[in-house]
């Protein structure tokens, strides 16, 4: 069983890990680590300041959207890679 850990949920992140679970089957775990709760599309904060868009409307919870697409969200700041022990350590603890 394969455990893939991606750092990150913005647009790099995201991406990884859908593209991972489309490609994995169900047996290997796809997990996203963040230190923020939210996605906010950046590249639509000018929208945002010119008032054509509400925050909202460039952000949703990570979570949720996450476990619909069979991805698990550890919501916690990454510390550490420990490559050698196959870990990641956050600020919680073990990526489990």
């Known amino acids: 069983m394969a455990r893939?850990?991606?750092i990150g949920a913005s647009i790099g992140g995201l991406?990884?890990?859908y593209e991972a679970?489309?490609?994995l089957d169900e047996k290997h775990t796809?997990?996203?680590i963040s230190n923020v709760e939210s996605f906010h599309f950046v590249p639509s904060n000018p929208w945002?300041?010119?008032g054509s868009r509400k925050r909202k409307d460039i952000s949703?919870?990570?979570g949720p959207v996450l476990e619909k697409k069979r991805v698990e969200f550890v919501h916690a700041t990454a510390d550490r890679?420990?490559?050698?022990q196959n870990r990641v350590m956050t600020s919680k603890g073990e990526v489990p």
């Not at 890679?81 to 050698?84: D, G, Q, T």
């Open 30 to 32: 796809v997990t996203v």
């Open 4 to 6: 893939v850990v991606i």
């Open 48 to 50: 945002v300041a010119v």
């Open 15 to 17: 991406p990884a890990a």
């Open 81 to 84: 890679i420990e490559p050698e």
């Open 60 to 62: 949703f919870a990570l």
């Open 21 to 23: 679970r489309a490609l």
